[in-house]
């Protein structure tokens, strides 16, 4: 059972260029969770999506960033117009259907290491 | 102030020590988890605890709610133990949301 993919693993981009990061949960999960991991910081929640939904995008930047989990294919984390501050790691996370109340592992992929210059 | 905190921020241990981290924090939570991060690497969950006190091989994990703080021990550490450890609470009336500590860098020499 392959893990959570995350691609590209690291990503060169200029100022002003669009940023694709992809993320493949794990087979059978359909929670998925993007977070930043901003040098000399600690990571930091963007966004939950299940399939076709966003359930919870209160971490993501206002303008910019923008999040999908489409029906088919992976999560896709799209920043536009990236500025040097965007530099960081984005990581995906993945869990299975959660029941009410009850609260799963979520287990991390390798992670896409951006670098704006 | 963090809402999760971690000490110490770094710990060097010779090779065999026993090893413990710490981690407070300030709000009600359903679970804390305990991850391992390695220099460029990517992130594994380690555990995964509401009460009590949880072993894996050399790892123990234990919390105590009604202290808000959680310890993660190493026993027999090893040089490949040396990582970023980073304990995460899921709380605030979620039950996903997970929010970080800064991390504890250690280092376990030979």
Not at chain 2, 20 to 46: E, K
Request: glycine share 10%; charged share 20%; with cysteine.
């Amino acid at each position: 059972n392959a893990g959570v993919m995350q691609n590209p693993r690291h990503l060169v981009r200029r100022r002003g260029q669009e940023a694709r990061l992809r993320c493949s949960p794990m087979k059978g999960h359909s929670h998925v969770y993007w977070y930043r991991q901003l040098p000399e910081e600690g990571l930091k929640f963007m966004v939950y999506l299940q399939k076709e939904n966003i359930i919870d995008e209160s971490g993501m930047p206002k303008e910019r960033f923008s999040a999908e989990f489409p029906k088919e294919g992976p999560s896709i984390l799209r920043i536009q117009q990236v500025v040097r501050g965007d530099s960081a790691a984005y990581f995906c996370a993945s869990s299975p259907l959660l029941g009410q109340g009850l609260r799963e592992t979520q287990y991390f992929g390798p992670g896409t290491r951006l670098l704006v210059l | 102030k963090n809402e999760v905190e971690q000490s110490p921020q770094n710990l060097t241990a010779q090779e065999g020590e026993f090893i413990t981290i710490n981690c407070s924090y300030s709000v009600g939570i359903s679970a804390l988890h305990w991850l391992q991060q390695h220099p460029g690497g990517g992130i594994v969950s380690l555990f995964m605890l509401s009460s009590g006190k949880k072993k894996h091989g050399r790892l123990i994990a234990t919390i105590n709610i009604q202290e808000k703080h959680s310890s993660l021990h190493i026993t027999a550490s090893h040089p490949r133990d040396s990582a970023v450890y980073i304990c995460a609470v899921v709380g605030g009336g979620s039950n996903y949301k997970l929010t970080f500590g800064k991390g504890t860098l250690l280092t376990v020499n030979p």
